[in-house]
């Protein structure tokens, strides 16, 4: 079955940086568009970014371009959110998200279980 | 960016009611809409995906219509299970975005 397992949250100052990863597993990783959406505490989704199939497509929220960056490892079947330059806004848990249909981007059918991040 | 309107904010029904949700959005989505529910501490769940479409495994309780600006999810009948909030996500362009939610509280 398909599991998305988030790593690398914590308490981190405002400024500073970090790096979050998802690791992917039941399904063929580089077929598939990979999102990140975040939700601040006691708040609505956040949609942050996505990383098409090949890595190579990427799109960001507005609140977060410039400042973070999506990647991926398909030899791995990682996932990468690089933040930077972090604001207390950004304290959220940020979900891993997966495209439901491999190549094309119309919904996200399974999510990881979160990671919380505290700037 | 497209903005999502969703109304009402919560609603208090009883387990056996019919609901319809709304969700509003700034600008024609072309039928490129999706419903999620989040229940508290988990992830969000697919619901239903281009309007119409149920995601796997999801009850025929639930169905989605709408065009344009204008989207609605119906639950036909309220299981105990169904109480929990309801996002809807445009997928037309990026940046993705979502809309503010509906919370189902039991009556």
């Known amino acids: 079955q398909v599991q998305l397992v988030e790593s690398g949250g914590g308490v981190v100052q405002p400024g500073r940086s970090l790096r979050l990863s998802c690791a992917a597993s039941?399904?063929?990783?580089?077929?598939?568009?990979m999102h990140w959406v975040r939700q601040a505490p006691g708040k609505g989704l956040e949609w942050v970014a996505v990383s098409a199939y090949d890595g190579i497509g990427t799109h960001y929220g507005d609140s977060v371009r410039g400042r973070f960056t999506v990647s991926r490892d398909n030899s791995k079947n990682l996932l990468y959110l690089e933040m930077n330059t972090l604001r207390l806004e950004d304290t959220a848990v940020y979900f891993c998200?997966?495209?439901?249909?491999?190549?094309?981007?119309?919904?996200?059918?399974?999510w990881g279980q979160g990671i919380l991040v505290t700037v | 960016e497209i903005v999502l309107t969703q109304s009402p904010a919560t609603l208090f029904l009883s387990p056996g009611e019919r609901v319809t949700l709304s969700c509003r959005t700034s600008q024609n989505i072309y039928n490129n809409l999706g419903w999620y529910q989040q229940k508290p501490g988990q992830a969000p769940r697919l619901l239903m995906y281009e309007t119409f479409n149920r995601a796997t495994g999801i009850s025929d309780r639930f169905s989605g219509s709408g065009s344009g600006t204008d989207y609605t999810l119906t639950i036909s009948s309220l299981d105990p299970e169904d109480f929990a909030v309801y996002y809807c996500q445009q997928r037309h362009e990026w940046p993705i975005t979502f809309g503010q939610g509906t919370r189902l509280e039991i009556k």
């Open positions: 039941g399904f063929n990783f580089p077929d598939f568009g």
């Open positions: 998200t997966k495209e439901r249909t491999p190549r094309v981007a119309t919904s996200n059918d399974a």
